[in-house]
């Protein structure tokens, strides 16, 4: 084998961005992979006037390079689920391998592409679709092999890292640093995916799936966004030695697995509670290896490139014996478990409150009641001025506690919001300590 | 095929620490590998009271286990260079695969035993040589594949790191907190091989090989130690926002590459910098990806069980095609680079300074001037009354430099030495930007 011929699908930052990194790496990569790697055909609606394709085969229809019986690899780098879905099967059934950076593809539809693929004898990639340019599924998948995985927890969008640090760094609210993000181009024009913690989820589906051995189930992932995180939240749990971040948490638990993404207080000692904007993390704790952390960019067109190239080099070295590849969910396909994925009232965990309290005697003692009657263990309680004076003397009691169901939590929150001299909603963030 | 067969040579901390891993996470490594991995034969010459390899076969000779023809793939966990290199080619020559955990091993008599391995068709897998369970050598040789590496650094011994981080953060001298580190068990009675730099520099070695493709080069690595560091230069370096961590570092640059171990002032906003403890941490800066880091555990039994293992399970699926397997040294045994290392004096490095200057008019200006004198800039100059007051005025001057060649500096840092104010010898300490 002299050559192997990549199909790219999709010239958009990413798919521009590998065209690059094949070019211009291509000694290096022709030295690892043991024979050169060409890009033969790309299939585009345009190619932009600043994009230098020389004379590679171009097709306005992405099916033309699934089709093109010349192509080994096809690269889906388009996006989106449906077209894309459609655009990988195709190629699948062609007998050709995938690579994609497609994240939703793959929580989303995954577990049908796979059987595709196996059935085809063939292989689909997707180091891409996870935290960039760390190449945290190959960590987990092979890495790992020797351990049962306890727990993942990972900072797996740049966006919500980036709005989060500066909100911490520089005092500015969420919708000022938003539109920062916007104006940088880390945040898209509706940032839905990225605040709202779906991007997220679709990241920690396929960490979990690969982690514990589970099939796909992307619409088992709680998620919650970052949208309530307030200044005051990130100040004060600044002060107790905390950092919020926005993670995705996945834990093999004897009721279960725990799927979700949302904010979380973690201790400033911990080495992700310094992985700041756009910067990715991910920590993996296997019952071997003990506590461990990967860390990159997340995102971007080399980056992401490097993510989708190593894997081609993957597939180039077993394309003549797919057996021979690593299983693509890491556990072979007749050894997925059907460990259930929990609700999220059913986790337990330890949480941040902030509760806006009139200052008058036996306010605190009404809430401590509360949730001693839920056996809900306080660690720290602090009592604060509000920060914008307002007319009522009301103030802030921010109380952390130690572990209990959530279940529990929401109806120990939903009393004290009763109380009368409370006023508002109770903020809640969940803690974690990492261990 | 339904069963792998494991000989073990070796029964101490990783030895054993192998089998129990491959025992306690059967199953999830069978769902893995897609076979049973038993282990059916351990080479050690005595078996401990208090471990339990249940009716596996022992022999007291490892050379019975390279030569067993039930085994398929050997560990060698003998540890040292001359035992372990000819267990290694006698398994090797009988057509077995080999894992090992042996940095000494793999650095210094490596080319050697992978020219034998590929003559054999057989794999040597060596993850566990370096920083433990981090999967740092599968994310360098696979997850970058995609990447001109442009330069690594790790923390790559736990023993000196623990010291460093002890020294830092309690005050307490080196040669107390080397006696505290023995008593824990995380040095050797010898410590010779990790304050020293030399384990540092055997891991450092591999991992040049496999970033830019260069053979095993452990001569020509410069290594030195920590025994010179002091509280006083942790404590300035702290003061100015700095770490010192013994790194090892490789980079590529346009004259050659530069191998060097050596204690390294980092700025404390980098994430390495706070890697504390015995942990392990390597960035690899790819000029696609950017700066990566991989963090764990890079010593202890079950850790390094995790990469040994880990390896196997790569072994097992690559065993009936080894033509599939990932190159050795990353990249393919025919281009191999004969890009040269530079020797020490040739690198450029910022420095600290720290000199120790009688308090008289026109000191500091005499110092300054050498240092113009051989074209060095200066980014910072503190000067400070000695921590112990001693009868003379003598004063502290720390300089930090920009970047210059290091036989510029040698000779600069003699010139100052000469000067009559100037006592005893100058402090100098590398900086790293990690840029």
Known sequence: MDQVKIGICGLGT????????????????????????????????????????GDTRVSANVFAVADDPEVDIVLELIGGEDLAKDLVLRAVNNGKHVVTANKALIAVHGNEIFEAAARNNVCVAYEAAVAGGIPVI?????????NRIEWLAGIINGTGNFILTEMCDKGSEFADVLRQAQKL????ADPTFDVEGIDAA??????????????LQFEKAYTEGITQVTIEDIHYAKELGY???HLGIARNTDDGIELRVHPTLISEEKLIANVDGVMN???????????????????GALPTASAVVADVVDVVRVMDHPQSAVP??????????????????????????RIAAEDKAGVLSDITEILGDHSINIEAVIQKEPRDHDAQQVLSVI????????AVMIDAIGKIEALEAVSGNVSRIRMDKLE
Chains 1, 2 share one sequence.
């Open 14 to 53: 990413v798919g521009y961005g590998s065209y690059l990194v094949l070019a211009e790496n291509k000694e290096e990569i022709a030295r690892r992979a043991g024979c050169e790697v060409v890009v033969s055909h790309i299939g585009t609606r345009s190619v932009k006037p600043e994009q230098e394709v």
């Open 138 to 146: 190959k960590a987990v998948r092979e890495g790992m092999a020797a």
């Open 185 to 188: 181009g880390y945040a898209e």
């Open 202 to 215: 679709h990241k920690l589906t396929i960490l979990a799936s690969i982690a514990f051995g589970i099939p």
């Open 243 to 245: 950092r919020i971040k």
């Open 281 to 299: 993390a991910v920590m993996v704790q296997g019952n071997a290896v003990g506590p461990t952390m990967y860390y990159g960019a997340g995102a």
């Open 328 to 353: 693509t969910l890491a556990f072979q396909n007749d050894h997925i478990s059907d460990t259930p994925v929990l609700g999220i009232s059913e986790i337990e965990s330890a949480y941040y409150l």
């Open 399 to 406: 109380i952390l506690t130690h572990e209990i169901k959530e």
